[in-house]
C-alpha cells in the first residue's frame, strides 16, 4: 500500500525548470528549421545572439526635376506645347554666384568660396500676346536649398578668430584691424549644401493652352541669404504658335560647359503635323 503510495505522489510531483527547458529544447530540434534551433540552443546556454548586420544607407543623388503628367492628346479646345530640352540637362550653382558683386568695402575681408547662394528654382512662363498683364507660371520647380544659416558652434566655427599672439608695433601706430569679424559660438554662419548644388532635368517637359500666340520664358532663380530672390541665368523666345488639337514643339537648351559656363536658352518653335486629320478613305 505504501508503495502505490508513492507511485501516486511521484507522478503529481512539478518537473525540474531545466528539465523543462531540455525537453522544449529536443521538441524543437524535432520539428524546427536548423536557424530556429540554434537561436533556442543559444537561448538555453546563455549566449547572446549575433546581432544583425547594419543597414547602409543608399548614397546621396543629386536632385531631380521630374516632368509633368499628361494625357497623349491635349485637352479639348487645347493646345500641346511640347518643351525639347537638348544640351546634357544639368544646371549647376556655386557658394558665390551673383552676378554683380559688390565693391568690398573698407575693412571688410571676403574670404574664398564664401557662402551667399542660398537657393535656387527653376520656372517656365508664358505671356499670352494681347494680354501682357497675365504671366502664366507654367512651371515652377521646388526650391532646391544650398545653404542654411546655423550657429558656428554646429559647424565647428565655436572659436573667436582675430590677431593672436603678441604685436611690436612704433609708437603712435594704431593697431590693426581684423580680417574677420570674430565669430562667438552662437553666431548664425551659412553651412553650404554640396549634394544639393546640381539639378537634373528630363528631356521633354508638356503643358496645354488656349490657342494663341505667345512669348516663353525660362529661368533659374538664385536665392539670397535674406531670402530674396534675383534672376541668375534666363532664357526668352517670342511668337510662339499654339493651335487647338494641335502640337507645338519648343526647342531648349539647358547645358552646363566648363566651369561657371552654363547655357539656358529657348532655340526655336513649330507646329507638327496635325495628327488629328484623317487621311483618305481605304477603298
Not at 550657429?151 to 612704433?170: C, D, E, F, Q, Y
Not at 539670397?224 to 493651335?243: N, S
Request: proline share 12%.
Amino acid at each position: 500500500m505504501k508503495a502505490t503510495d508513492e507511485r501516486n505522489v511521484a507522478h503529481k510531483q512539478r518537473p525540474h525548470r531545466r528539465d523543462i527547458a531540455v525537453a522544449s529544447l529536443l521538441a524543437m530540434v524535432l520539428v524546427a528549421p536548423p536557424a530556429a534551433t540554434e537561436e533556442a540552443g543559444a537561448a538555453v546556454a546563455g549566449t547572446a545572439l549575433p546581432a544583425p548586420a547594419e543597414m547602409v544607407p543608399p548614397p546621396v543623388r543629386p536632385p531631380e526635376i521630374r516632368a509633368p503628367l499628361l494625357s497623349p492628346s491635349p485637352a479639348p479646345g487645347k493646345g500641346r506645347l511640347a518643351l525639347h530640352i537638348g544640351g546634357n540637362r544639368r544646371w549647376c550653382t556655386y557658394p558665390d554666384d551673383r552676378l554683380v558683386r559688390p565693391p568690398e568695402k573698407q575693412g571688410r575681408f571676403e574670404k574664398r568660396n564664401e557662402v551667399f547662394t542660398f537657393g535656387y528654382m527653376f520656372t517656365l512662363a508664358a505671356v499670352k500676346r494681347g494680354d501682357a498683364a497675365t504671366v502664366l507660371m507654367l512651371f515652377e520647380s521646388p526650391v532646391f536649398r544650398t545653404a542654411t544659416w546655423r550657429p558656428a558652434s554646429k559647424v565647428g566655427l565655436n572659436r573667436k578668430t582675430g590677431p593672436r599672439g603678441p604685436m611690436i608695433r612704433s609708437g603712435g601706430e594704431p593697431p590693426p584691424k581684423p580680417k574677420q569679424v570674430p565669430k562667438s559660438p552662437d553666431t548664425l554662419v551659412p553651412y553650404w549644401e554640396e549634394q544639393n548644388r546640381c539639378v537634373g532635368l528630363p528631356e521633354r517637359m508638356d503643358f496645354d493652352l488656349d490657342p494663341g500666340t505667345y512669348d516663353a520664358y525660362v529661368a533659374f532663380d538664385i536665392m539670397k541669404g535674406d531670402g530674396t530672390w534675383v534672376h541668375r541665368t534666363t532664357g526668352f523666345l517670342t511668337d510662339v504658335p499654339v493651335e487647338a488639337a494641335r502640337r507645338t514643339r519648343l526647342d531648349g537648351l539647358i547645358n552646363l560647359g566648363s566651369g561657371a559656363d552654363r547655357q539656358v536658352e529657348l532655340v526655336s518653335s513649330s507646329l507638327e503635323p496635325d495628327a488629328n486629320v484623317p487621311g483618305p478613305a481605304a477603298p
